[in-house]
Every structure is written in C-alpha cells, then in structure tokens.
C-alpha cells in the first residue's frame, strides 16, 4: 500500500437514491482505478474512496459533472480516512442508520436509453408502454411509504420475472436497484373501456389511437392523473370537448411528438427548447406560428401555446404510432375540480366527456398535474409547480424547527420544512372545492409521513375566511402563525434567492388580505423575512360586487372612470352591452360603499384596463382579461402616460386618475388599442421605477423583489427588470417557485422560520 495515496470519506444528501448514483459511483471508481465502497444510509450516499491524490480530484469532480441524470447534490461534506488494504470498490448494502431525510425523486420522463428499446422490434420491451430504469420512469406519483423500495410503491402489485429480477439485482445493469422496473411479462398493462366503463375489443392502443383519428375524445391514465386527448387539427373535437368540459376559452395544453415538430408550430428560443426537453418536461408557453392545420380553439385570443414533448413511453407511442402533429392533453377533470387519478373516479367523473378510456392497472398513488412555465428574462419560471419538480426542496436562508405552511385559497400549495430545506406539495388547486380540499388534507398527512416529519408550528394566511386558516385553526396543541399575503410573496421571492432581506418588494397580485383589514393587491414592501413595513401601493378603489368584480370586468371600469370622471365620465362603447340600470346600480354602490369593498389591486386595475379598451367585460377563467390585455399590446416603445404619486402617511400612493383620463382620451381619439395597451404596460413600469427609487433615497435599500401573480406578464416583467438594472437596482425574481399563489406556502414558511428564530 502506497503511503502517498488519500483516503476520503465523502457524505453526499440531495436527491441521490433511487437515480442509479451508487452503480454509477462504483463505475466511476473503477474506471479511474479507486478502491473503496459506497452505500445509502437514511440521509444520502455515503462513500469511503481510496486512491491517488490527483485521481480523487478527477473522481470528486466527475461526481457533480457526470451524475445521473435524475440526480441532485444538495451537499457534501469531505473528511480524511486512514488508508485500508483493499483491491476493489464494491456497493454496500442499504443502510437504516440515521434520520431518514434522504429526497424522494420526482417522476421523470423517458430516458432515450428505453426509448431506443422500446422502438427496437428485437428488444423484449419493444412498444411496451411501461418500460423505465433507473434514469426515468415514475417516481412521486406511485411512492406509498419510506424507504422507497419495490414494496412501498404501487408496484408491489407486479411481482418480477425472472428476467427482471436479474436486472434488478445486477449492479452492471441500467436498471440495478429500479424499483418500477417491468415488463410485458410481469408488468402493467393496457386496458380500453366505453365511456360506460364497458371493455372495448381490439389491441387498447391501436384501438385508441383510431379512436383519436376518427375525431373522438379519449381519456388517458398518464403518470399522475388522466389527460383529455383529441387531435389538435380536428376542430370538431376541439369544439365538443370544450363543450363537454364546461371549458369556453381558457387555452389547451399541447403535446407534440418531439423538439423538430415544436418548431413548425412554435418560435423557440435555445432556452426555451433546453426547458421543453429537460428531464422535467413541464407545458411551456411558447410564441405561436401560424399553421394551417392546427384548430384555432386551442389557445383563442392568445398568442402563445402551452407546449410539452412526451413523457411516458405511452405518450410517445400514441404520438409516433397514430402520426400526430399534435395531441391535445388537457387535466382529466371538470373546469377546477382535481385532475381525476383513481379510475373508478374517472369513469364516473369523465365519462360524461370522454368517447372511451385508455387505462391502465398501475395504480396512482399520488396525483399531480403536469407543471407550466415559461422563459421570463432569458430565465426558468415556473407557474405551476408539480410533475418533475415536487418533491425537491428549496433550500431556506434560515433553519427552524418542522413547520407546516397551508399556503393560500387558490393555486393552493403547502409546505413542510426540516432545518433548512422546504418541501413543497404539488399544486393542489382551489380549496373552495370541497375534493381539492381533501387533497390538500391528504397531501399534509403523505408529505408528513414521507419526511418523517410531525411539526408543531404551522403557518396561514392572515385572512379570516380562508379554508386554510380555517384549517390551523382546528388543529390541536400546534403554534400558528399568521402570515399577511403580500408579505409571504416577498418572503418566497427572498427564500427562493437565498436572501433574507432587507428588500424592497414589489408584489402585484389580484387580491389578499391587508394588515389593516381591506384588500391588498399593488403593494411595494421594505422589510425582510422577519417583518415589513407598506411604503407604497395603489390607490385603493371600490370592487364594485366584491368578488362578482372578478368576474366581470366591466364593474371595475366603471369603478375607475367613476374615481377618475366622477358622474361625468364618458359613455365608452363597452357600456353598450351593460343594461343602463346595472349601471346606475354599480354608481351607486361605488359612491355609497355599498358591497364595494376597496382594493389596492394591480391585477383589478388590469381588468379595468382591458375592459376598457372593449376586450373583455366577462371572464371564463382567472386572469383572463389581464392575458388578453398582455396579448394585443405593441411590441414596439411607446412613452408612459402622465400619472400621480401622492404622499399619504408615511407611504408613495399611484393614483392611476390622470392615466385613466388620459388613456380614455387616446381610446376615443381613436388610437389603436394595442398601442393603448402598451402605454398603459409602460406606465406600471415608470410608476414602479419612481416608487423604487424615492424608496431607496429615503432608505439606501437597493434590493428590489418582484413577486405576486401579475409578474407571470412577460411584458411588463421584463421590462419593469431591465429599468430597474439600468437604475443599477439588484433586482430578484422567481424561478423555481411560482410568482404567483403557488409560491406562498414558501413564503409563509419563511417568515414563521424567521419569528421562531427571533422571537421578538
């Protein structure tokens, strides 16, 4: 034994079991000629590795760079060993030592290793539509309990063959220690029903696919729930399932056989196409190209496409085998129910949409919906986190004891941390539906059991009425800690970005609870995870109806030209369709306070806008106004309208009277709207660029922090960030987190981790 050689012990956590890691350390020492072992243990792997000095460092380096692809390091810590005789690097047996806070791997999507196979007509895989390994296949979605192995999934259904079990066993073999691997022999199968739940004749997917030729709507169990397919230049079918599925204008998802075939319906950019065809595969909102087969009731009054490439081999097969240019895969569900994941539930939920039912009998044990985002400032943004993404953890800037944050009301999430990692939950939808709700309370209890964790603090929404508060509420011999809406939106941006404050935010959103008890919505903080101070917002204006103002746009422009004209405003054309006297009703709700709650809201402001300029006076689906708005604005430079900032107290006030005036004035001059819009985009970007800068005079804060569902606009965001760098701000934003209500559960664990440390 040389007397120059090293021995490190190297202790590695993140998400590092269950991706093939150990074989592919053990390889990776082999080939350099190190010797050594690796095993699990209850946090991560733990490696003992010996060799020449120079050769660790390639072997240390080649453990980040070369990883499998499912793999994340989110640590490792280095200390020296004494040498031992030894001849070989082996793999250890699991080991139960220790706290079990080892990652749980999100689903992935096939790896181009089984794809290869399963289109190979010698492989014994061949168009088998459940083949996976080590670096794909599903993960979170079929997972029952900790550890994960074979028996605490969905496939402990499915006792291996022989052949598999071989595979299983060999450390040589891509699908060592794969606990869904299977195959035709001993694995799942396909199954295809009527929309009465009676078996169809035939092979499932060849039959499936003549179905979705022959214009029908087919329902197809994927990896977390079940999709609505049809084909997408089948305008008929389009049709009849938006009428089917209650679903009038809110664009549909897209899936298209690969990255060449996106591109001929689609502007892509590098990094657009490197998210499209990451390991995480979300729905990306992509610039759309005119094409002469696509339906137009995908994606009506809207330029962009909500795109993904397929996922699972099943979606592969149905897209190469039926010769799709694009298949329309939107949520098995009812406009805001739960996307359906237990098939009895689908037959009696979907069978009242779907023509037939292409199934299957691994059972989901988790639901999730696939993610959406989107490239925002040449950068990942994520609007719904799920599939791919849950359950990674995002590491904290502070350590606390286990709290469990209950996020908000709608785009619900929640959120467990241990030390300084948060897990957050899938998306889990509108808790004001009663099945979503359940979810929510399943969700707490399976993350909870995964972690081993049972947390004694739990964080909520500051407002009273919320299910979730509700919910802390009820449960016994816990903290609570209240958290106001705006405040957990910067604390998710500052925790995102591993910052804890002080910072500027700049959080515009539709609607939260206030701290002096009306609604928020346009709102600049100066504070830090520990606390916040409101040095700015909007002019609080009447929500004419209360919630009925979300839906119905109009209310709110007459609320605005009212604050703006008093009872002289102009008689616009999008009053044309408004009965004279629900008009007059709005007026005098507005002057009286009565049902017309006040609202600093940025989101309302923009419905206003939009209803306005005669695009919308009614919504199908939330933030549909603010989309239109966002989509028929000029690309091109124009200057801000004139507008106010007030000193009121100790905060900045934009009073948005002087825009409205002049915005009506160009409306009915008749100025192009889309030139109207993007004025108006402008103005947002002048007011908070001024707010910002008045608030950094009086501070010497130069921190600023954009969160809040508004900063999902890519107009405005991206310009709102390359004004404030020009300004030399330092300028922090979503990523991996939602900007939107998504992103609260993070925030309010954020700020509880922050009080418990500093109590005072």
């Known amino acids: 034994m040389r007397m120059d050689m090293q021995r490190l012990k190297i202790d590695i956590d993140g998400l590092v079991q269950g991706v093939g890691f150990r074989p592919f350390v053990a390889q990776l020492a082999s080939r350099l000629g190190l010797t050594g072992t690796v095993g699990n ?15 660790l460092d390639r072997f240390l380096a080649a453990l980040q760079t070369e990883a499998p692809p499912l793999a994340r390091i989110e640590g490792l810590q280095i200390t020296t060993l004494p040498l031992q005789p030894e001849k070989s690097f082996v793999i250890l047996a699991s080991s139960g030592a220790g706290a079990k806070v080892a990652a749980i791997a999100p689903d992935a999507h096939l790896c181009n290793d089984c794809l290869a196979e399963m289109l190979d007509p010698r492989d014994r895989r061949y168009h088998y539509p459940f083949i996976n390994c080590t670096n794909c296949g599903p ?66 997917l060849a039959e499936a696919i003549a179905l979705l030729q022959a214009g029908k709507i087919v329902a197809i169990k994927g990896l977390g729930g079940y999709h609505l397919a049809v084909d997408a230049e089948n305008d008929e079918a389009v049709a009849r399932l938006r009428r089917r599925k209650r679903r009038d204008e809110k664009p549909l998802a897209l899936m298209v056989p690969s990255l060449a075939e996106a591109h001929v319906l689609a502007q892509i950019s590098p990094a657009e196409a490197r998210l499209l065809s990451s390991v995480e595969r979300p729905i990306v909102l992509l610039a759309a190209k005119d094409h002469p087969t696509l339906s137009p009731g995908i994606a009506p009054r809207n330029r962009y496409l909500g795109m993904m490439l397929p996922y699972t081999p099943l979606h592969h097969l149905l897209l190469a085998l039926g010769g799709f240019t694009a298949l329309v895969m939107t949520s098995g569900n009812h406009s805001d129910a739960p996307i359906a994941a237990d098939d009895a539930q689908a037959l009696n939920e979907l069978g009242s949409i779907a023509d037939a039912f292409l199934l299957h009998n691994r059972r989901i044990h988790t639901r999730i919906d696939d993610s959406i985002a989107r490239v925002l400032a040449d950068k990942l943004l994520l609007l719904r986190r799920a599939r791919g993404y849950v359950p990674r953890a995002v590491l904290l800037p502070v350590t606390a004891p286990p709290i469990l944050a209950l996020g908000g009301e709608l785009k619900n999430t929640l959120c467990l941390t241990r030390d300084d990692r948060a897990y957050l939950s899938q998306h889990l939808g509108d808790l004001s539906n009663l099945e979503s709700y359940a979810g929510h309370v399943a969700m707490s209890a399976h993350l909870q059991s995964l972690l081993e964790l049972h947390p004694s603090v739990v964080a909520h929404d500051l407002h009273p009425d919320y299910q979730t508060t509700r919910l802390a509420e009820s449960l016994p011999g816990v903290q609570r800690i209240a958290v106001q809406h705006h405040h957990a939106h910067l604390a998710s941006c500052l925790a995102e970005n591993g910052e804890s404050g002080p910072a500027l935010g700049v959080i515009f959103d539709g609607l939260g609870y206030g701290a002096d008890g009306t609604m928020w919505g346009g709102e600049f903080l100066l504070g830090g995870l520990d606390g916040f101070r409101r040095v700015g917002y909007f002019t609080p204006t009447p929500m004419p109806g209360g919630d009925l103002a979300t839906r119905e746009p109009w209310r709110m422009a007459l609320a605005y030209l009212h604050q ?11 009053l044309q369709e408004i009965a004279r006297r629900d008009e007059q009703l709005i007026v005098t709700m507005v002057e009286k306070g009565l049902h017309a709650p006040l609202s600093s809201s940025c989101g309302r402001l923009f419905d206003a806008v939009a209803a306005l300029l005669g695009l919308r006076n009614r919504v199908s689906y939330e933030g549909q106004a603010a989309i239109e708005l966002e989509m028929v604005a000029a690309i091109d430079d124009y200057p801000p309208y004139p507008f106010t900032l007030d000193n009121v107290a100790d905060a900045i006030v934009f009073a948005p009277q002087m825009m409205i005036r002049a915005l009506v004035a160009d409306l009915v001059a008749g100025l192009p709207i889309a030139q109207i819009s993007a004025r108006f985009h402008a103005t947002l970007v002048a007011v908070v660029s001024e707010i910002c800068c008045r608030v950094r005079k009086e501070t010497g804060i130069n921190t600023i922090a954009l969160s809040g569902g508004v900063f999902q606009n890519c107009l405005l965001t991206e310009a709102v960030i390359a004004r404030l760098e020009k300004e030399d701000f330092i300028v922090l934003t979503h990523s991996l987190v939602p900007p939107n209500d998504g992103g609260l559960s993070l925030g309010q664990a954020a700020v509880a981790a922050a009080r418990l440390q500093n109590p005072d």
Not at 41 to 55: E, K, L, S
Not at 157 to 184: N, V, W
Not at 564 to 573: H, M, T, V
């Open 41 to 55: 243990d209850g946090r991560g792997v733990v490696i003992a590795v010996q060799g020449d000095p120079a050769v």
């Open 139 to 204: 993960r979170f979605s079929i997972i029952t309990g900790i550890p994960y192995d074979r028996p605490q999934t969905t496939m402990a259904e499915f006792p291996l063959c022989p052949a598999c079990a071989a595979e299983y066993r060999d450390p040589a073999s891509r699908r060592y220690h794969a606990q869904p691997i299977a195959c035709p022999a001993c694995g799942p199968q396909l199954s295809l029903l009527s929309f009465a739940g009676i078996p169809l004749a035939g092979d499932p």
């Open 564 to 574: 703006a004209y008093g009872r002289d405003y102009p008689r616009l054309p999008f």
